[in-house]
């Protein structure tokens, strides 16, 4: 459900709740005893509901939460990953890509560092482990760091 709408549920269980409390207030002491339990029930029940929307709400937040952090943590590393040929890399100290290569299409799209293997079958492609999208494999290789100099 959107985000929006589960929010109208619940405040629409919550006006439901109060219409309920503002009758019984208003209707003095006349209502018949099984009138008072029917409106008591229906109170109770547009609680419930009120607390599951707040639930689902509750849920969508600490989703929100964790891609906040997740592109939170790929715009600090942004100037660290770079670009070569098919693939992305963590820079070395000189901005040299280094290393293990990453999903460009994961990158690029959702900003998630996503590491590409090799598939088991064809050796010369490299395959993203989240969005499975292929690779050829010289465009996508590890990179060794340059020997360190004497
Ligand atoms: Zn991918």
């Known amino acids: 459900m959107p985000d929006i709408t589960i929010i109208a549920a619940a405040l629409n269980s919550l006006k439901t709740a109060t219409d309920i409390v503002k009758f019984l207030r208003e209707s003095d002491l006349s209502l018949e005893r099984a009138e008072l339990k029917l409106k008591l029930a ?13 639930v689902e709400v509750q849920d969508t ?3 929100k ?3 906040i ?3 939170e943590e790929a715009f600090q590393s942004k100037d660290a990953f770079v670009r070569h040929y098919d693939a992305y890399y ?14 460009l299409r994961c990158w690029e799209n959702d ?12 050796h010369q492609t490299r395959v993203c482990t989240s969005c499975g999208h292929r690779y050829e494999g010289r465009m996508v290789g590890t990179i060794q760091p340059p020997p360190k100099a004497p």
């Open 65 to 67: 939460d964790k891609r």
């Open 69 to 71: 952090v997740e592109l």
């Open 111 to 122: 900003h998630k560092k996503r590491q590409l293997v090799h598939d088991a079958r064809d």
């Open 61 to 63: 937040l600490s989703e």
């Open 42 to 54: 229906d109170l109770v029940g547009a609680l419930a509901d009120t607390k599951l929307e707040l």
């Open 90 to 103: 963590v820079a070395d100290n000189c901005g040299n890509p280094t290393g293990i290569p990453y999903c």
